[in-house]
C-alpha cells in the first residue's frame, strides 16, 4: 500500500469515527444562572423525590430513560430517595402504593426550538474532505415543574441551551491546537468540554430549584413536619 | 506553510466568520457568552426591539418564519457579586410582583402597608423593602415609609429563634407593642434559609402571622 | 443530529467541577472584573440618565403636584457594587433636569439634615436615624428648610436591565409614600442623549432614532487611493514591477438596508510620467463581517471580493507581457521601445476594509489576474496549491460622499 493511500484510510477511518466534530455549548437563558447549593452535598436527606420524564417528540422513551437514571443519581447523591418514572403512551409506569407519597415530584420534559443545518454546506464537506466544515446547530428546552405530593406548584423553569455541531478534520485541528496550546482548561472546547459544562449547568440549576422547592414546601406547610410516608426506597426505573 | 494559511483560510468563514454570534469560539470565550441572556423570536420582533442591530425581514420572505437569536448582555457580570445577591437582584421585579400581588389580595381594604426585609447583606435588604413598598404603591395601597421597630430585649430573643416562631411571635410583639394598630399591615420579606435562592414572604395583619410565599 | 444529546451529554460530575478556583486565576479574574466594572459603570450612567429623562419627562405630562413645591432630594442609591460616585453623577444630573423643567412643579430644597444622622430622644426613647426618617425631629429642629416631601431615587441593575425606583414621601410621622413609579430599560437599547431642556417620550426618541438609522443613505460616493504592489519574479534577471498609484471614484450602493452588503462600480486611473497612463474599471461586493447591519457608532468590517479589467499604457506595460524582460534586451531593442507597448487584463481581488461611520475606510486586499502567470516579470504574493495565485497586495484609503 502506497503512502496517499495509507493517509485516505487514516483520514477516512478519522472520519469514521467521529473524532472531528467540535461540539460547542452555549448556555441561552436559565443555565447560566449562578447557583448556590452543591449537589455533593446531602441537600435532601430523608426526602423522598419522584422523578419523571416525560418523553415527547425531541425525547424518546429510551433517552427519557437515560435521562431519568441520571437525574436520578444527581438526587441520590444528596440524600434523597428517588424514584423514576417514565411515562409511556400517557401512562405512569409507577404503580402508587398507599403510604408511600412523594414530598416532591420533579417533571422533566425536552423541547426542541431550533434546528439549523445547510445541505450545500454538508456536499462541500464531504467534497473536500471535511476541509471546508459544516455545521448543524440546534437549540432546546429542559422544562422543570417540581410539585408536592398534592400537586401544588413550588417551582418551575426553562433551562435552554444551543449547540453547535462542526464537523470537519479542519476545523477539529485548529480547537484541538487552541485548546492544548492557548486555551486554558476551562475554556476547551473540544473532547468531553461541552458534555462537563452542560452537565455541571444542569445538575447545578436542577438541584437549586429542587432546594428552593423544598424550602418553600416548608413554608407554606409552616415548617410543620412532612407526613412520613414510610417504606423502603424503591425504584420503578430502570436501575442505573 | 501557504498550505497551511489555506487551511486556516478555509476554517475561518465558517467557525468564525460570524463575529456577532455570541457561541463561544475565537471571537468569544466561554466565560463571556455566559454573561449574556438569550432568547429567539420571530426576526420581525427582533427588528422592533433592536432596529439598529436587526434589519427587517424581506418582504418576499414574510411568510416565512425566520428566527433571530437576541442576545442580552447581563450589567453585572458573574463574579462581580456574590451569587446569591446577584440571582435575587436580578428577579427582584418578579419575585417582589409575586408577593405583592399576593399580600394584596389577602390585606384588602384601607389598610397602612408597612414593609420590612430581613437578608443578611442590609444594602440587598434595602433593595428588596423599596421595590416591594414601590410594588404596592403602584397597585393602590397606602404604604408608609416607616419601619415598625421592636424593643431591643425583642428583637434579642427573637434573634436566637428559628424563623418559623420568630416571624408568628414578632408579629405578635408588633401589635402588642402598638408598633402595629389595627388598620395597619406589615409585609415582611426574607430569606429562609442560606443555600436558597428565593424570597419568602408573611403577612401580619392584627397580631396574626401568616406565610405567604 | 443526536435525537436525545440532552441525555447523552449528561454525565455524572466529579468533585473537581465544584472545585475552588486557585488563587492565581481568582485573582486575574479579580483584576479582569474591576476592568470590565469600571467599563460598565460608564454604560450605565447614560442607562441612569435616560431612565431619569424618561421620569421626568412623565412629571412634566402629569405633575405630581398642582402648585410649585418644595422637595428634598433624600437619597439616591446605585446598583449593589458600584461606588459612591456614581450617585453623585445621578444626583447632578437629576437636579440639572428639575432646574430646567419647571414644569414639573418641582423646587429641590436645600436640607443637609434629612440625609445626616441625628439623634432624637423622646418618651420612647433614644432613636438615631436619618432625618427624613424621624420627620418629627427634624420638624422639632426646624431643619426641614421648608420642604414637606422627600424623594428617593432607587437603581438596580437586575439582570440585563437597569431599574429606577423613584418615590416621594411626604415628611409626616406616618412617612406615607405619596408617588412612586418604576421605570425599566435594557442594556441592550442604546443610549439616547438629549439636553436636559429639550425631554422627548420614549416613543419620540425611538422615532428619533430610527430616522437616524433610515438616514444613512443607499447611495454614497466613494473615492479612493490605492497602491499596487505585484510580486517578486522568480527568475533574478527579471525587471520587477514597481509599485502602481491609483485614484478611483465611483458609486457605492447598500444593496439592503442596513448596509450588510454593499455593491461598488468604480472606475481608476494611475499615471506616471514617462513610464505608464492605467484604466480600470471594477466592481466588488462587500459583506459586513461585524453584525448584521452596519453601526452608527463603531467600525465595519466588511470582506469584498470583486473583478477589474485594466489597461496600461506605456513602457511601463512591458512587465505586464509574457516575454522575459532584463536589462540586455532592452539594450538590444532600443528601436522598438520607441513603440508604447500596451497590456489589458482582468483581476479579482478579495480583501478586507475596516470603515468608520461610512465615511472613512482602509482596506487590504490581495488581487489574483490570470492573465499574468505566464508574465516573467510578475511573481505571485501567495499561490494556493497551484490553483489559485495573487499577483498583486494592495492597500487603499477611501472616503466617502
Excluded at chain 1, 445547510?118 to 446547530?137: D, I, K, N, R
Excluded at chain 2, 434579642?156 to 389595627?182: H, I, N, S, T, W
Excluded at chain 3, 439623634?119 to 424621624?134: F, L
Excluded at chain 3, 476594509?353 to 486586499?365: D, K, M, P, Q, T
Aim: hydrophobic share 45%; net charge neutral.
Amino acid at each position: 500500500m502506497n503512502a496517499s493511500a495509507t493517509s485516505v484510510s487514516l483520514l477516512l477511518v478519522t472520519l469514521l469515527s467521529g473524532c472531528v466534530t467540535v461540539t460547542v455549548y452555549q448556555p441561552l437563558s436559565s443555565l447560566q444562572r449562578p447557583s448556590i447549593v452543591d449537589p455533593q452535598l446531602a441537600n435532601f436527606e430523608g426526602m423522598r423525590l419522584l422523578v419523571r420524564c416525560v418523553p415527547g417528540d425531541y425525547l424518546k422513551a429510551p433517552d427519557a430513560d437515560l435521562l431519568c437514571r441520571k437525574v436520578g443519581a444527581l438526587f441520590r447523591n444528596q440524600g434523597a430517595k428517588v424514584e423514576t418514572d417514565v411515562p409511556r403512551n400517557g401512562r405512569s409506569s409507577r404503580s402508587l402504593e398507599k403510604g408511600a407519597q412523594p414530598d416532591l415530584i420533579v417533571d422533566l420534559s425536552s423541547r426542541l426550538l431550533h434546528k439549523e443545518s445547510s445541505g450545500p454546506l454538508w456536499a462541500l464537506t464531504a467534497l473536500s474532505l471535511t476541509l471546508v466544515p459544516a455545521f448543524t446547530e440546534y437549540s432546546v428546552a429542559q422544562d422543570v415543574t417540581i410539585r408536592d405530593a398534592s400537586g401544588f406548584l413550588l417551582a418551575s423553569d426553562s433551562l435552554k441551551a444551543r449547540f453547535i455541531e462542526y464537523f470537519g478534520a479542519g476545523i477539529w485541528g485548529v480547537n484541538w491546537v487552541l485548546d492544548a496550546l492557548v486555551r486554558p482548561p476551562e475554556e476547551e472546547l473540544t473532547g468531553e468540554a461541552p458534555a462537563r459544562d452542560f452537565s455541571r449547568d444542569f445538575y447545578a440549576q436542577l438541584s437549586q430549584l429542587a432546594f428552593n422547592a423544598r424550602v418553600r414546601s416548608d413554608v407554606l406547610r409552616s415548617f410543620e413536619p412532612r407526613a412520613q410516608g414510610g417504606g423502603e426506597q424503591r425504584q420503578t426505573g430502570t436501575e442505573p | 506553510m501557504e498550505t497551511l494559511l489555506v487551511f486556516f483560510l478555509v476554517q475561518l468563514p465558517l467557525f468564525s466568520g460570524h463575529p456577532y454570534d455570541p457561541a463561544p469560539g475565537l471571537w468569544h470565550d466561554k466565560s463571556e457568552a455566559r454573561n449574556l441572556d438569550c432568547s429567539r423570536v420571530s426576526q420581525q420582533r427582533a427588528h422592533e426591539l433592536h432596529p439598529g442591530e436587526i434589519p427587517a425581514p424581506p418582504p418576499r420572505l414574510a411568510n416565512q418564519s425566520s428566527e433571530a437569536l437576541l442576545c442580552t448582555r447581563r450589567i453585572m457580570r458573574n463574579g462581580e457579586r456574590p451569587e446569591r445577591d446577584e440571582v435575587i437582584l436580578a428577579s427582584l421585579r418578579e419575585s417582589v410582583g409575586e408577593i405583592a400581588e399576593v399580600a394584596s389580595a389577602l390585606g384588602p381594604g384601607k389598610l397602612n402597608w408597612h414593609v420590612d426585609a430581613f437578608y443578611p447583606q442590609p444594602e440587598v435588604a434595602a433593595k428588596i423593602s423599596v421595590a416591594a413598598r414601590i410594588e404596592l404603591a403602584e397597585q393602590g395601597r397606602r404604604v408608609s415609609d416607616k419601619v415598625p421597630v421592636l424593643a431591643a430585649g425583642d428583637i434579642a430573643v427573637l434573634g436566637r429563634m428559628a424563623p418559623k416562631d420568630a416571624y408568628p411571635l414578632a408579629c405578635k410583639r408588633y401589635f402588642a407593642q402598638r408598633a402595629l394598630g389595627e388598620n395597619d399591615a406589615f409585609l415582611g420579606i426574607m430569606l429562609i434559609d442560606e443555600r436558597e435562592t428565593q424570597l419568602h414572604a408573611g403577612l401580619c395583619l392584627n397580631g396574626e402571622w401568616r406565610w405567604l410565599r | 443530529m443526536r435525537p436525545a444529546l440532552l441525555a447523552l451529554t449528561l454525565a455524572l460530575l466529579s468533585s473537581s467541577s465544584w472545585a475552588a478556583v486557585s488563587p492565581e486565576v481568582a485573582e486575574a479574574q479579580r483584576a479582569q472584573l474591576e476592568k470590565l466594572r469600571a467599563e460598565v459603570a460608564g454604560q450605565l450612567q447614560l442607562q441612569a440618565y435616560d431612565l431619569l429623562d424618561e421620569l421626568v419627562y412623565g412629571w412634566t405630562r402629569q405633575p405630581v403636584f398642582e402648585l410649585e413645591t418644595p422637595v428634598v432630594l433624600a437619597d439616591v442609591t446605585v446598583p449593589v457594587g458600584f461606588g459612591s460616585g456614581m450617585a453623585a453623577l445621578i444626583e447632578n444630573h437629576f437636579a440639572n433636569l428639575v432646574v430646567k423643567n419647571p414644569r414639573t412643579r418641582l423646587t429641590l430644597a436645600h436640607c443637609p439634615q434629612c440625609t445626616a444622622v441625628v439623634v432624637h430622644s423622646g418618651a420612647k426613647g433614644t432613636i438615631v436615624a436619618r432625618g427624613v426618617d424621624q420627620p418629627e425631629a427634624l420638624a422639632a429642629a426646624g431643619g426641614l428648610s421648608g420642604a414637606r416631601h422627600a424623594i428617593f431615587l432607587d437603581f438596580e441593575a437586575e439582570g440585563s436591565a437597569l431599574v429606577l425606583r423613584a418615590r416621594i414621601t411626604s415628611l409626616e410621622p406616618a412617612l406615607p409614600i405619596i408617588h412612586a413609579r418604576t421605570l425599566a430599560t435594557s442594556t441592550s437599547a442604546p443610549a439616547l442623549l438629549r439636553t436636559g431642556d429639550q425631554l422627548k417620550s420614549a416613543a419620540e426618541a425611538r422615532k428619533e432614532y430610527l430616522d437616524a438609522l433610515q438616514g444613512r443613505g443607499v447611495l454614497t460616493v466613494p473615492l479612493r487611493i490605492a497602491v499596487r504592489s505585484y510580486g517578486t519574479p522568480s527568475n533574478s534577471a527579471a525587471v520587477a514591477a514597481i509599485p502602481f498609484i491609483w485614484l478611483q471614484t465611483g458609486i457605492e450602493v447598500g444593496l439592503t438596508q442596513a448596509r450588510a452588503w454593499t455593491g461598488t462600480f468604480s472606475a481608476g486611473v494611475t499615471w506616471m510620467p514617462q513610464l505608464h497612463t492605467g484604466f480600470m474599471a471594477q466592481a466588488r461586493i462587500s459583506r459586513l463581517l461585524t453584525g448584521s447591519v452596519a453601526s452608527l457608532t463603531r467600525p465595519d468590517l466588511y470582506a469584498f471580493v470583486g473583478g477589474s479589467v485594466i489597461s496600461i499604457h506605456g513602457q511601463g506595460a512591458r512587465v505586464f507581457q509574457n516575454q522575459v524582460l532584463n536589462l540586455a534586451d532592452l539594450l538590444a531593442n532600443i528601436p522598438q521601445l520607441a513603440v508604447p507597448p500596451q497590456a489589458t487584463f482582468a483581476a479579482f481581488p478579495i480583501g478586507l476594509e475596516l470603515r468608520v461611520g461610512n465615511r472613512i475606510g482602509a482596506s487590504v486586499f490581495l488581487e489574483s489576474a490570470p492573465a499574468l502567470d505566464n508574465a516573467p516579470s510578475i511573481g505571485t504574493h501567495l499561490d494556493l496549491l497551484g490553483l489559485l495565485k495573487f499577483h498583486t497586495m494592495g492597500a487603499e484609503v477611501t472616503f466617502c460622499f
